[in-house]
């Protein structure tokens, strides 16, 4: 994981609330397949017909920008979407385009087990109480 994608993905956790933190960092701990990659939301969206659409569907699980809406209690796949997007721009407009791209790339392609890693270590770190060392920072000293 380069810098870039280490600063976007310490920027999304700054957002988050300790509640909605907490709820990912049991997800990720348990490797709970509601954390997806390779595509942003289950069911995926279906705009039409509207009789078909899964726009108001419950969602089942997301990629990382998305679960945390759903987490954050965003209950359709339409709300979560919109979440994700707004929460994508945010990011953009701090970190840039190229930054963004590099993390969901990253974030896609990275084998699952490493993901959880680096996920867990920047949760442990953005939950640790103000002036407590990160683990990777404990480790380093």
């Known amino acids: 994981m380069d810098g870039g994608s280490v600063s976007v993905l310490r920027g ?53 920008l998305t679960l945390v809406g759903i987490l954050a209690g965003y209950s359709t796949v339409g709300e979560a979407l919109d979440y994700s997007a707004k929460l994508q721009l945010d990011l953009r407009e701090t970190f840039g385009d190229l930054a963004v791209d590099k993390f969901m790339d990253w974030y896609d392609a990275t084998p699952r087990a490493q993901l959880l890693r680096v996920l867990d270590s920047e949760l442990a770190t953005a939950l640790a109480p103000t002036g407590a060392k990160s683990r990777r920072e404990a480790v380093c000293a």
């Open 12 to 64: 999304i956790t700054s957002l988050l609330t300790r509640p909605v933190l907490r709820k990912l960092q049991q997800i990720v701990q348990a490797d709970d397949t509601r954390l997806l990659q390779g595509r942003s939301i289950e069911p995926p969206p279906i705009a039409a017909p509207p009789a078909a659409s899964t726009l108001g569907s419950a969602p089942e699980g997301g990629c990382l």
